[in-house]
């Protein structure tokens, strides 16, 4: 497996999130995941996501392999993690007061695959991602965060900003061209 993408958002992330799945070239050498703060309310997230680009999205599933140039998003009350080239999903308890939560991914994601992630927090609400993106700089991934300035909900990118220096705070266009390149070179 080439590059792995990891993408959190929650309350004003919609738009940023799709700007950034807009953007992804075809093809696209990375796998992206995606968690938004959906609880367990049912979700049109992958159609939503589909629909904006290229690329097959889907809900993801339990012992599924992980394939480049495929967009997968947690399901509605399940916390998503990765293992080398499989995904786990599970109930555990929920972290920052919410399953999905975008801490569990990103941290197994650091775990599992080291310099080859890249580690986004979109707007929202609450901490969540912050603890993610600090584990995904410790192994040598990059770290992008939401200029708050520019998120509608400016807590998760200022939580993220405060728990480790990012490798950068952008506005979501200059966010989803370092994401492009990335993919077009994972």
Known sequence: MSGIVVIAA???????????????????LAAIFVV?????????????????????????????LIEAGHIYVAPSDHH??????????DQGPKVHHTRPA??????????SYGQRVMGIVLSGGDGDG??????????GGMVLVQD???AEVPSMPRAAMM???????????????????FCSQS
């Open 148 to 150: 708050p300035q520019e």
């Open 36 to 64: 938004v703060h959906i609880g367990s309310h049912p979700s049109v997230l992958p159609h939503l996501l589909s629909s904006c680009s290229g690329h097959s999205a889907t809900f993801a599933c339990d012992g599924g």
């Open 80 to 89: 998503m993690s990765l293992e080398p080239d499989r995904i786990r999903l």
């Open 163 to 181: 728990a480790d220096h990012p490798d950068a705070c952008l506005p979501v266009g200059e966010i989803a061209r370092r994401v492009s390149v």
């Open 102 to 111: 975008a801490d569990p991914l990103f941290i197994s994601a650091a775990e």
């Open 10 to 28: 929650s309350a004003g992330g919609l738009d940023p999130l799709r700007r950034i799945i807009t953007a992804l070239p075809v093809p696209c």
């Open 130 to 139: 912050a603890a993610g993106l600090r584990a995904i700089a410790k192994h």
